[in-house]
């Protein structure tokens, strides 16, 4: 599903991914854990495509270089981001966004286009599987929602896309347990043998709800240590010191 | 002193006028007095050409009529244009020289000039009605490359300097008050901080308007060369006359490269009796230009004296990554008016503005917060933030935002909000709950509203200045 | 003004006037002359030199009749409605069969004496040579069943000409009127349409006003709109006028009746070479009132957008609640966006506050859309229909909302 060799990024002539190695198969979920300034944000902006870095080495998606494609093509072949930090846009109704996502999506993988009946069905659908008031899309995109509300949306925008690979990028931090459950069900109800998940977390607490199949260590933008599910007990008790 | 004069004393306790003789030169503008001016401070000819130069621009000049405050004529031939001490027209060598009548004049104003009495570390420039009476620690200040000395001084020993940069910021021919301030500039103070160099203290100006029927018109000049770094404290004050006075500074900033000035105004001139009689007209031009990259203007400015405050500390970001900064309070009580603000002028990439400004109204007087933010088609990336808040106290005065925005850059942001209000009676009543009377509330929360730009005054000044936001409002409330 | 040559006999020509107006319109036409169209020095038009405008663009300009051929137009089909079509400015026709009998009265404009000098040279150009507006009056007690439109048609030949019209509506006690001020220009050419409009609303009445056009236009626009409101009334103006070469309102509300409320609102995008320019005074003269402006403009390259508003509160209008917030969007490096938001405020118990911002798009916006698979195109549009979508929510009428969105799609479209 996601090949990274070697990759390095800077921002501002700083460098932070140090030579990255990664390798993800369909059907697997990985999780990288790592302290603060480790470097797992910029990971996870750089396989969206994000702007203002200057990235070095190889990222394969499905057999294709993503190397020179630009971010909403990324996310057309299904590759998805749910942000540490989703953003609030005033005045953008979420529904409206979401059916022209949805649509543009769609349109690239080569299905027809969803008028709003259908696409109504499935955001019902998806947001009562997910136990989420659909209410809240009527609203405008993020604005004035709370923490969790914000990370719940984003997971009910992974299930709606359903891309192949998501990216979760700290989405646990901050959240009570009800909404960590939820974001665990989108996850673990999504995972099928096509599809990949790469979680990027600081606590080891999601990870008692969504299983990895492998836990990274990535420390100074180099992941140090790979290992089982166990790995991050194992972290939550010694700390990120002890490796370094 | 008369019962009346007492009373008078208790409302601006620097209104005292110092007993002293005077040289003056004869009523009137004219070439002549130009000239006498420029002989009595031994000026070389460069400067009186410069002055005559300036006084023919003025004739074909009006008096700009655009601001709120109007203010009656002035009668440009029935003032003084020169006025100093007579004890100080031999320049004193040392403090010792000093007319003791002086020394007691600036102790009475709390600028004790002895320097072994001073502590806090500040070099001062005494400027009494149009000389340089006295300047401090200047041994320490040469040893380190910086020269701070009265204008008329630099004049004549630093002629390259003041050459290149006097009127560079603030051309000879502006308006009409820089104009005739560049024609009869009498004294003021000239500062330069040489490459690399922090000024290891504050440095500052006391103005002191003590003669009857005289005008002041003092320039400052600074210079900070590349990588250097100074903060510059100007104080003023003067006796209470029931005439008006005119004031009409010049000061010009010039940052380079990397180099930072922070300019700190506490205007306490003498604000006119609680009918509006007398007072100063305090008609300045201030303007900085941050010449080199990543350099940086801040400006902050307390203004809670004079009949009428008209002036627009400036800052003109000609440098890739420069920063200008404009904090001020300006309070306005009885027949006060003040039309203040600033200008920022981006030209430079990168280039960041701040303006902070707080007005406060009471009684029946006028505050106008003008400004202009100008972001150029070469200023990409530019940004400005403009917070203007005014607070008012009673329904005979009034408050005022003018604010004029240019962008050109699509790069650029620009952010500004205003607010208008008045003190909140919850607070109030909180205040007074707590066992604060009227006055004692509305200082305390006055200076809350004012805080941000407080906070940028060095210590010494701040707390002066906090005591004189309370005591500008005092008999506001009924 | 070597281009605009005007004289006193041309007020001669206007049929059926008293000697009070006409001296008026000789004392009006004598102002306009000496100050002559207004540049920069003039502080209503500082960011606008429009002197240089008028010469750019007219070799030759004059406020002779046009004779013209009017034929019944296409009339809109998006919702019923009643409609008053004007011809270059004239009352032509209309219609109020949605009403009851009674409660309309419908005229040629023709009073033009009691109006205030001005220091508008546009204004008093208006006073000077005003012909052939509408007087519309709405009866006590009554509520309009549907919208009223009002068809602004220019025919295909009007050319270098200056159009003067003067409207007016009166809404009496307790009634409600909402119009659509629609202009529908058939003229290639360039023209200047200059229009005085003088609303009343009396004790507890409403009147929600849009205006729009149907699409992109030659013609040079200048309205100064004066409303007086009283006590408890409303008073909405919405503003999507995009599409227009030029185009300045000037727009002045007297607050002088207790608990009345004064919207004005307004989203525009502006393609290349427009300009677009929004000029509010709302005067708090009484207590207890309420004002409200929220100004959105979007500008692409080479387009100008202008706000100069003013909020002024009297002495004695304590209780003031007076918000005004105007927000650009400059989408090129082309693109000017100049505001002078300001208030002149005399009373201490009021809430007044007043925003401007302008920028870019934020570019973190638009690659979280991006990371959605839209287009930085689809993205960009998406972001700027959101940024003017807070205006248009203000139209309640669901058919009248979409037919403004469609008008502002196809604006952005053509960028």
Redesign the interface.
């Known amino acids: 599903m996601l090949e990274i060799k070697n990759l390095k990024a800077s921002i501002n002539s700083k460098q932070i991914l140090k030579g990255l190695n990664l390798s993800i198969k369909p059907g697997e979920v990985h999780a990288i854990m790592g302290p603060n300034g480790s470097g797992k944000s910029t990971l996870a902006n750089v396989l969206?495509?994000?702007?203002g870095y200057e990235v070095s080495g190889e990222l394969n998606f499905k057999g294709e270089s993503l190397n020179e494609i630009?971010?909403?093509v990324?996310?057309?072949k299904g590759l998805?981001?749910a942000?540490q930090y989703?953003?609030e846009?005033?005045?953008?109704?979420t529904n409206n966004?979401?059916k022209?996502?949805l649509n543009?999506?769609r349109k690239?993988r080569g299905e027809k286009e969803l008028d709003t009946l259908a696409f109504l069905k499935i955001v019902k659908e998806k947001s009562s599987e997910l136990g989420i008031d659909e209410k809240i899309l009527a609203r405008?995109?993020n604005v004035g929602f709370s923490g969790g509300e914000k990370k719940k949306n984003e997971i009910l925008?992974m299930k709606i896309?359903d891309p192949y690979f998501s990216i979760l990028d700290e989405t646990d931090s901050g959240l009570d347990i009800d909404a960590l459950k939820t974001v665990a069900k989108g996850v673990n109800s999504s995972r099928t043998k096509q599809k990949s998940f790469l979680v990027i977390t600081h606590y080891q607490r999601l990870l008692d709800y969504i299983k990895p199949d492998f836990v990274h260590v990535l420390s100074d933008g180099k992941i140090v240590k790979t290992g089982c599910g166990d790995l991050a007990q194992e972290l939550e008790k010694t700390g990120y010191k002890k490796l370094n | 002193m008369k019962q009346q004069e007492l009373e008078k004393s208790k409302e601006y306790k620097y209104g005292f006028t110092t007993d002293i003789e005077s040289v003056r030169a004869p009523k009137g503008l004219n070439e002549d007095v130009i000239k006498f001016i420029s002989n009595i401070k031994k000026e070389p000819e460069w400067m009186l050409k410069w002055r005559l130069k300036a006084f023919n621009r003025l004739k074909n000049l009006k008096e700009p009529n655009w601001q709120k405050p109007k203010y009656p004529k002035i009668d440009y031939q029935d003032l003084y244009y020169y006025s100093a001490p007579k004890s100080a027209s031999d320049k004193p060598k040392n403090l010792n020289e000093v007319d003791p009548k002086l020394i007691e004049t600036y102790k009475k104003l709390g600028i004790p000039l002895e320097e072994q009495k001073r502590l806090s570390g500040i070099a001062v420039d005494a400027v009494f009605d149009s000389v340089s009476v006295a300047t401090t620690f200047k041994d320490e200040l040469t040893k380190k490359g910086i020269i701070f000395c009265p204008i008329s001084e630099a004049i004549r020993n630093h002629p390259e300097l003041v050459k290149k940069y006097l009127g560079s910021v603030i051309p000879l021919t502006d308006h009409y008050f820089a104009t005739l301030n560049s024609a009869v500039f009498t004294d003021g103070s000239f500062v330069y901080i040489p490459e690399g160099v922090r000024c290891p203290m504050e440095l500052s100006t006391y103005f002191r308007i003590n003669a009857s029927e005289t005008g002041q018109f003092e320039r400052t000049l600074i210079i900070a060369d590349k990588g250097s770094y100074v903060s510059y404290l100007e104080g003023c004050t003067a006796p209470m006359r029931d005439e008006n006075q005119l004031h009409a500074a010049n000061v010009e900033l010039i940052a380079l490269d990397d180099a930072e000035i922070k300019y700190s105004t506490v205007q306490n001139w003498y604000p006119g009796d609680k009918d509006g009689v007398g007072g100063i007209y305090n008609f300045v031009t201030k303007r900085g230009a941050c010449r080199g990259k990543n350099s940086k203007i801040s400006w902050t400015q307390v203004e809670t004296g004079s009949a009428i405050t008209w002036k627009y500390p400036s800052c003109i970001l000609q440098g890739d990554n420069s920063v200008g900064e404009f904090y001020s309070i300006a309070i306005t009580n009885n027949h006060q008016k003040a039309d203040t603000g600033t200008k920022m002028i981006h030209l430079g990439k990168n280039t960041k503005s701040k303006i902070i400004s707080k007005g406060i109204s009471a009684g029946y007087a006028d505050n106008t917060y003008r400004g202009l933010v100008d972001i150029n088609k070469k200023a990409s990336n530019a940004r400005n933030y403009t917070q203007c808040d005014s607070l008012l106290m009673g329904n005979k005065c009034g408050a005022h935002t003018v604010p004029y925005i240019k962008n050109k850059n699509y790069s650029s942001i620009v952010e500004h909000e205003a607010t208008t209000s008045k003190i909140n009676e919850e607070q109030l009543y909180y205040c007074n709950q707590r066992g604060l009377n009227q006055e004692e509330a509305i200082g305390l929360i006055v200076n809350g509203f004012c805080k941000e730009v407080l906070q940028q005054l060095p210590m010494e000044f701040a707390v002066e200045a906090q005591k004189l936001v309370g005591i500008s409002l005092e008999g506001s409330v009924g | 003004m070597e281009n605009f040559e005007i004289d006193s006999k041309r007020i001669d020509q206007i049929e059926k006037i008293t000697l009070e107006e006409k001296n008026f319109r000789i004392k009006n036409l004598e102002l306009f002359k000496t100050a002559g169209f207004p540049n920069k020095k003039f502080e209503d038009w500082k960011f606008t030199d429009f002197r240089g405008i008028v010469d750019n663009n007219f070799k030759k300009l004059d406020t002779e009749k046009v004779t013209y051929d009017f034929k019944n137009k296409e009339l809109l089909k998006n919702f019923d409605h009643n409609y008053i079509i004007l011809v270059n400015g004239s009352l032509h026709s209309n219609n109020f069969d949605y009403e009851e009998k009674n409660k309309i009265k419908i005229s040629s404009h023709d009073n033009n004496i009691n109006y205030k000098l001005s220091e508008n040279p546009l204004i008093c150009l208006n006073h000077a040579l005003a012909e052939n507006g509408y007087f519309l009056e709405v009866e006590e007690n009554y509520k309009f069943k549907k919208t009223l439109v009002i068809y602004n048609f220019f025919t295909n030949n009007i050319k270098d000409k200056i159009l003067n019209n003067k409207n007016k509506i009166k809404i009496k006690k307790n009634s409600e009127l909402h119009v659509i001020e629609y202009t529908i220009n058939e003229s290639k050419f360039k023209f200047i349409n200059n229009v005085y409009e003088d609303l009343t609303l009396e004790k507890n009445s409403k009147l929600k006003s849009l205006y729009i056009q149907s699409k992109k236009s030659e013609g040079f626009f200048h309205k100064y709109s004066k409303s007086k409101l009283y006590d408890n009334s409303d008073y909405v103006n919405l503003i999507f006028s995009s599409g227009l070469r030029f185009n300045k309102l000037d727009i002045e509300s007297d607050l002088i009746g207790e608990n009345c409320s004064c919207n004005i609102l307004s989203a525009l995008f502006l393609n290349k070479n427009e300009h677009q320019e929004i000029k509010t005074r709302i005067n708090h003269l009484v207590p207890d009132c309420k004002s409200y402006q929220r100004i959105k403009k979007v500008l692409d390259t080479e387009s100008k957008g202008v706000f100069q508003g003013k909020v002024y509160v009297k002495d004695v209008a304590q209780k003031t609640d007076a918000y005004q917030l105007s927000k650009a969007l400059l989408l090129h490096d082309d693109a000017e966006f100049n505001s002078k938001p300001e208030l002149e405020i005399y009373a201490d118990d009021v809430k007044c506050s007043h925003g401007s911002t302008s920028g870019t798009i934020d570019e973190d916006s638009l690659y979280y859309l991006m990371t959605r698979g839209l287009s930085r195109k689809e993205s960009t549009k998406l972001l700027i229909k959101g940024f003017l979508n807070d205006v248009v929510n203000f139209i309640k009428n669901p058919k009248i909302k979409e037919f403004v969105e469609n008008k502002l799609e196809e604006q952005i479209n053509a960028h």
């Open positions: 969206s495509g994000k702007n630009p971010v909403e990324r996310a057309q998805f981001l942000f989703p953003l846009i005033p005045g953008v109704n966004f979401l022209t996502s543009s999506v690239a405008q995109l925008q896309l």
